[in-house]
C-alpha cells in the first residue's frame, strides 16, 4: 500500500509548482527567474518522490527510511536553549531588515553571527562579511537590478530631515 500522506504531499507539490512555472512564463524575465529556476526543481523532486510512493510498498520502504532526531543524547534543557538562541537569531535579521533595511542587514547580521556566534578573528570575520556584501550587492542591486526598500530608521530619519 503506497504511503498516502507522501502521495498526497508530493502530488500537491507537483501541482503547485507547475503552476507557478506555468504562471511566471507570462511574466517579464527579470519577475519569472525566480519562480521558474526554483519551481523546476520541486516539480522533478516531487514527481520523483510522487512515483517512489506510488510503486513502492510499505514492507520494501522500512528498512530503508528511519525518522530523523536531532541531538537525542543531549539533555532536553541543552536543546531548548540551542533552540531559542538560533530562533533569536532569526528574529533579530528579520527585525534588523525591518529596521535598516536588506543592503545594510545582511552584511550587519554576516559579521554580528561570525564574531559572536562563531567566535571567529576579526580578518575572517571582515573578508567573510565584504564577500556576502559583494555576493549580495553584485546579484541583486546590480545583476537583477532588484530595488530593496528603505528600512524604517531611514524612513524616519527622512521624515525628520525634510
Same mark, same amino acid.
Given at each position: 500500500?503506497?504511503?498516502?500522506?507522501? *502521495?498526497?504531499?508530493? *502530488?500537491?507539490?507537483?501541482? %503547485?509548482?507547475?503552476?507557478?512555472?506555468?504562471?511566471?512564463?507570462?511574466?517579464?524575465?527579470?519577475?519569472?527567474?525566480?519562480?521558474?529556476?526554483? =519551481?523546476?526543481?520541486?516539480?522533478?523532486?516531487? +514527481?520523483? /518522490?510522487? @512515483?517512489?510512493? &506510488? %510503486? +513502492?510498498?510499505?514492507s520494501k520502504l522500512k528498512g530503508?527510511?528511519?525518522?530523523?532526531?536531532?541531538?537525542?543524547? *543531549?539533555?532536553? /534543557?541543552?536543546?531548548?536553549?540551542?533552540? @531559542?538562541?538560533? @530562533?533569536?537569531?532569526?528574529?533579530?535579521?528579520?527585525?534588523?531588515?525591518? $529596521?535598516?533595511?536588506?543592503?545594510?542587514?545582511?552584511?550587519?547580521?554576516?559579521?554580528?553571527?561570525?564574531?559572536? /556566534?562563531? #567566535?571567529? =578573528?576579526?580578518?575572517?570575520?571582515?573578508?567573510?562579511?565584504?564577500?556576502?556584501? =559583494?555576493?549580495?550587492?553584485? @546579484?541583486?542591486?546590480? &545583476? $537583477?537590478? $532588484?530595488?530593496?526598500?528603505?528600512?524604517?530608521?531611514? /524612513?524616519?530619519? #527622512? #521624515? *525628520? =530631515?525634510?
Amino acid at each position: 500500500m503506497p504511503r498516502k500522506t507522501s *502521495l498526497l504531499l508530493s *502530488l500537491a507539490l507537483m501541482i %503547485v509548482s507547475a503552476w507557478a512555472i506555468i504562471t511566471a512564463k507570462a511574466w517579464p524575465w527579470k519577475a519569472a527567474l525566480f519562480p521558474i529556476v526554483i =519551481g523546476i526543481p520541486v516539480l522533478c523532486l516531487a +514527481g520523483v /518522490e510522487f @512515483l517512489l510512493s &506510488l %510503486v +513502492g510498498s510499505q514492507s520494501k520502504l522500512k528498512g530503508q527510511f528511519m525518522d530523523f532526531q536531532l541531538s537525542e543524547h *543531549l539533555p532536553k /534543557e541543552v536543546i531548548r536553549k540551542r533552540t @531559542l538562541k538560533i @530562533l533569536s537569531w532569526i528574529f533579530g535579521f528579520f527585525f534588523v531588515i525591518m $529596521l535598516v533595511g536588506f543592503p545594510i542587514a545582511v552584511p550587519l547580521f554576516v559579521f554580528l553571527y561570525l564574531k559572536i /556566534e562563531g #567566535r571567529e =578573528g576579526w580578518m575572517l570575520s571582515s573578508v567573510l562579511t565584504l564577500m556576502a556584501w =559583494g555576493f549580495f550587492y553584485g @546579484l541583486f542591486t546590480r &545583476l $537583477l537590478n $532588484l530595488p530593496f526598500p528603505d528600512g524604517s530608521i531611514v /524612513e524616519w530619519i #527622512r #521624515r *525628520l =530631515g525634510g
